[in-house]
């Protein structure tokens, strides 16, 4: 194994022998960071045995699994969260230290404090060639529109903020709104990142889109209308999600027409994010209402596919259904291979790093769900996988604000907002 000293706070290196992470901790490693997918080769530890070694030895251990051609913003981002998070110097290897050495390099640039043009000459003063590494830091500054993640570790869901490099109009995507059921807290958190980040790149909220009524967290939705005046919308099936809803909630002054959005998008409605073309695909399955947003080369598909190691999402809540899911993927891979593909959950299988971009390629090719799969196997595979999930734990909190396009309940006489239950409504009890 070959280690190289980037920094005192980075060193990079091929594959080391989990039996020596004791020394590395002795040396005064606080973080071992690998970057390798599992089997690339035979006799390859794992992320099993290198995480066992890492806690053993007293080293945090961190999963960030990628291929060259493979890496996405969520690596780079997750990267460098490791090195800033690190208590102490972190060790970070692949199969030769190049990997780890071009995640570094790549979110140096990022974050302004590399040039692209220094990235070749750096990777050769430490005996690495980071050409793969300048391509890929090309090839993204082509790209529209610019996609950014907010991965969101409370409910595993994915925010985006999707831009247009022209004219610096943007779209947000499935944003959340923080809430604690034990203490009944509600919060900004997260949508406040997201306002930081559109202030600081000097953005204007044009659409502010969900793909379906959540049924796992808040939507921010409202919140961020309130604070950017931009438009919001979901799909206009969201109406019989409101009286599904109305009926199990027992509620009749909820409104079930979809007012509470500007705008309810039907299949192949078409709208645009400044000058980037977006159109709309229904992909109901996961819920009634579900929707897909394609914009630019890029298709918002939240809870129909996961990360290709992930699979699919589940298809058993009310008004789901694992063949109309089937039927709405399928429109979905019917895409151009290359379509930069984002998805809304990441459960991080493995305990791996979170990771939402893949492609409609590496889908078909690559999602055990989806692969040489056809529909009666996928209905068998998803319904037997349902009948195991407990519901969510915010599915009766969630859907009271989500089918209201995330306004809260409205205060009661004492000022205080008000959540309210069924008991014995739903199936999916957790014992
Ligand atoms: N443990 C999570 C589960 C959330 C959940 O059920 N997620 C849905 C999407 S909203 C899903 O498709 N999960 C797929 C799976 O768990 O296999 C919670 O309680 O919130
Ligand atoms: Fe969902």
Redesign the pocket.
Known sequence: MNATRISDRLTVAGQPDPAMFGQLAAEGYKVLLNARPDGEEPGQPGNKVEGQAAKDSGLDYVFVPVTGPGITEADVQAFQKTIRDAKGPVFAHCKSGMRALALYAIGEVLDGRMKRDEVEPFGRSHGFDLTGAVRWLDREAKRSPVIKGFFDPR?WSIQYVVTDPATKHCAIVDPVYDFDEKSGSTGTGNADAILNYIEAEGLTVEWILDTHP???HFSAAHYLKQKTGAKTAIGSHVVDVQKLWQGIYNWPELRTDGSQWDRLFSAGDTFTVGSVKARVLFSPG?TLASISYVIGDAVFVH?TIFMPDS?T??ADFPGGSAKVLWASIQEILSLPDETRVFTG?D?QPGGRNPKWESTVGEQKRLNPHLAGMDEKRFVALRDA?DKT?PM???ILHALQINTRGGRLPEPEANGRRYLKFPLDALEGAAW
């Open positions: 409910t959540h049924a796992d996961h809870d699979g999402a589940r959950h459960y996988r999930l969510p734990k915010l």
